[in-house]
T-cell receptor
Framework: GQNIDQPTEMTATEGAIVQINCTYQ??????LFWYQQHAGEAPTFLSY??LDGLEEKGRFSSFLSRSKGYSYLLLKELQMKDSASYLC??????????WGAGTKLIIKP | TAGITQAPTSQILAAGRSMTLRCTQD?????MYWYRQDLGLGLRLIHY???????GKGEVPDGYSVSRANTDDFPLTLASAVPSQTSVYFC???????????FGSGTRLTVV
């Protein structure tokens, strides 16, 4: 079966750095996405990785290791508005997105 | 503003009744999707359409039907609602199959 694992909930302090991990086992791999979802709102696109390595975009970076079936999302200089759920999703061999259940990130002052 | 429009925003529906959730996009995206999101389970694909005139079943299609008569519209129909269909429903689209998704704002459905 196909499976994506991410922690259910994490807590971090404003101004700090947090790393949200995602491991996956899917039938094929055509890329990995990270989405942000604020409570009561739709998911919004953050990043896309298809090759190994780190992709940096402002305060957010995403890393991929295909051999390990592993990705992380790194958030720097945390702000209160970063409190949200972060969804990891993998594009499988049929080009269908398989979604993790999401990590709820709580930012404390 | 370009994007995806879903209607209604929320609905309370009596069990056994039928209902159609509407989804319209103005980005001329080829692929469209319907998901349900339940607490602790993440997004689950109900049906999808890779291009106008074609549809396919996702992970949880039972009790739902879709049509894709044109590029812009992708309605989801519940023929006879049951309480287990209480959920938040998101419509999404992507320019190509496998591209990044744009989501609508969601429909919160409660079946009683």
């Amino acid at each position: 079966g196909q499976n994506i694992d991410q922690p259910t909930e994490m807590t971090a302090t404003e101004g700090a750095i947090v790393q949200i991990n995602c491991t996956y086992q899917t039938s094929g791999f055509n890329g990995l996405f990270w989405y942000q979802q604020h409570a009561g709102e739709a998911p919004t696109f953050l990043s896309y990785n298809v090759l190994d390595g780190l992709e940096e975009k402002g305060r957010f970076s995403s890393f991929l290791s295909r051999s390990k079936g592993y990705s992380y999302l790194l958030l720097k200089e945390l702000q209160m508005k970063d409190s949200a759920s972060y969804l990891c999703a993998v594009l499988d061999s049929n080009y269908q997105l398989i979604w993790g259940a999401g990590t709820k990130l709580i930012i404390k002052p | 503003t370009a994007g995806i429009t879903q209607a209604p925003t929320s609905q309370i529906l009596a069990a056994g009744r039928s209902m159609t959730l509407r989804c319209t996009q103005d980005m001329r995206h080829n692929a469209m999707y319907w998901y349900r999101q339940d607490l602790g389970l993440g997004l689950r694909l109900i049906h999808y359409s890779n291009t106008a005139g074609t549809t396919g079943k996702g992970e949880v299609p039972d009790g739902y039907s879709v049509s894709r008569a044109n590029t812009d519209d992708f309605p989801l129909t519940l023929a006879s609602a049951v309480p287990s269909q209480t959920s938040v429903y998101f419509c999404a689209s992507s320019e190509t199959t496998g591209g990044g998704y744009t989501f609508g704002s969601g429909t919160r459905l409660t079946v009683v």
